[in-house]
Each structure stands twice: as structure tokens, then as C-alpha cells.
């Protein structure tokens, strides 16, 4: 497999940091009530993410080991600064909707993570495809949950209202946010586990067929 294919499919799927390896709960689950939110603080991140990917990655021959977390969050601090400044100036709304989870980016553990664990080892292309698929991965976790959870407390999608029918539960963050978040986990790794059992069982079968045409 191609690598930036697998990097990608990782990043999106099978490593996806928000339902696999159950990363940046903090903002999930303080978000999704509102899919304008969740959606908004997927992009920030996706862009925080890539940059800071690109930019570590460029450096790391650079900087020193001993001081390379606190040089990551230098990196992320003055990129998430950059974010929040222009969304305080072109979109004011979604930067009050966002609140204190935006400067929270600066310790997001998908974004550290990413830092430490491939961009301080991987080229500035490598580097760059996994930013942009993790951040894909993310983005798209919290907007499918933000989807359902605006729907089912406040009746309307992305502000535009739908239905007057609503689950109270589900417009605040806590049991609502958690019982989604929940279920979209299970849903994604069944799921993912059914696929995985039937790329096996398609390859235990090829693998026997051609057994036999050896043998014939």
C-alpha cells in the first residue's frame, strides 16, 4: 500500500483520534450540542494540526531533544494565537460559540500527539498528509455528533430549525454529549471490526484457492 494512502486511511479511519484512540474528548464533548460548533472546531484544529505538523517536521533535524515538547508548544501557541485572531475578526460568532475550547487547542492531545509520535520523525510530506487526515478524522468525528446532538435537543441543524420535538438531554453537554459520544464509538468499531473480519476471511479464501491451484 501506497504510504500516504495508508497514512491517510489511519488518520481517517483506523486510527481515526477521535472514536479509535478516543483523543480531544475535552472539546468533543463540551461541543457537539451545536453542529456550527463542532464543525468550527474541527476546522480550527484540522489547520493547527497540519501547520504544526509541517513546521515540526521542517525543524526536527533542528530542534533539540531536550527541549522539544516545550519548542511543540511554542509552535502550537503562536499558530492557535493566528486562528483565534482572525476568527475574532472575520467570523466573531463561531469565535464566542467556541469560547475558552479554542485556547485549549494549544494542549490538544491529537495535536502533541501527532507532533511527537510522526512529525518529529516523518518528512514534511508525511507529516502533512497525516495533519490533514487526523484533522479530517477529527473534523468530520465532531460533526456527525454535533449533527445528532443538535437535532435531537434543539430541533434545528446547523441553526436552521427543523422540528419543534426536542430531547432536552442532548442541548447541554454532559449525559446527552456522553451517551452519543458513546454510541458512535461502538457503531464506529463494529463497524471497522466487520470490515476487518471480511478483508481476512476474503484473504484466507484466496490464499486456500490458490493452495489448491499449486496443487492441481
Do not use: W
Request: aromatic share 8%.
Amino acid at each position: 500500500m501506497n504510504k500516504y494512502k495508508k497514512i491517510t486511511l489511519d488518520g481517517l479511519i483506523f486510527q481515526n483520534p477521535t472514536f479509535m484512540l478516543v483523543l480531544g474528548t475535552c472539546p468533543t464533548l463540551g461541543l457537539i450540542t451545536s453542529a456550527t460548533s463542532a464543525a468550527g472546531m474541527g476546522i480550527c484544529v484540522l489547520v493547527v494540526l497540519t501547520l504544526s505538523n509541517i513546521i515540526i517536521s521542517a525543524l526536527r533535524k533542528v530542534i533539540p531533544n531536550a527541549v522539544r515538547v516545550p519548542c511543540y508548544i511554542v509552535v502550537i501557541a503562536t499558530l492557535v494565537t493566528l486562528v483565534r485572531m482572525v476568527l475574532d475578526k472575520f467570523v466573531p460568532d463561531l469565535y464566542e460559540s467556541l469560547g475558552g475550547f479554542l485556547a485549549l487547542i494549544v494542549v490538544n492531545c491529537i495535536i502533541l500527539g501527532r507532533a511527537e509520535a510522526f512529525a518529529n520523525k516523518h518528512t514534511v510530506g508525511e507529516a502533512a498528509v497525516d495533519g490533514l487526515a487526523n484533522g479530517l478524522g477529527f473534523t468530520c468525528a465532531l460533526t456527525l455528533m454535533g449533527i445528532v446532538c443538535e437535532f435531537l435537543g434543539s430541533g434545528s441543524l446547523f441553526g436552521l430549525h427543523i422540528m419543534d420535538f426536542t430531547i432536552g438531554i442532548f442541548a447541554m453537554p454532559g449525559a446527552g454529549t456522553f451517551l452519543v459520544y458513546g454510541l458512535f464509538i461502538a457503531l464506529f468499531v463494529y463497524i471497522i471490526d466487520s470490515f476487518e473480519r471480511s478483508r481476512r476471511v476474503k484473504a484466507n479464501k484466496l490464499s486456500r484457492e490458490n493452495l489448491l491451484k499449486e496443487v492441481a
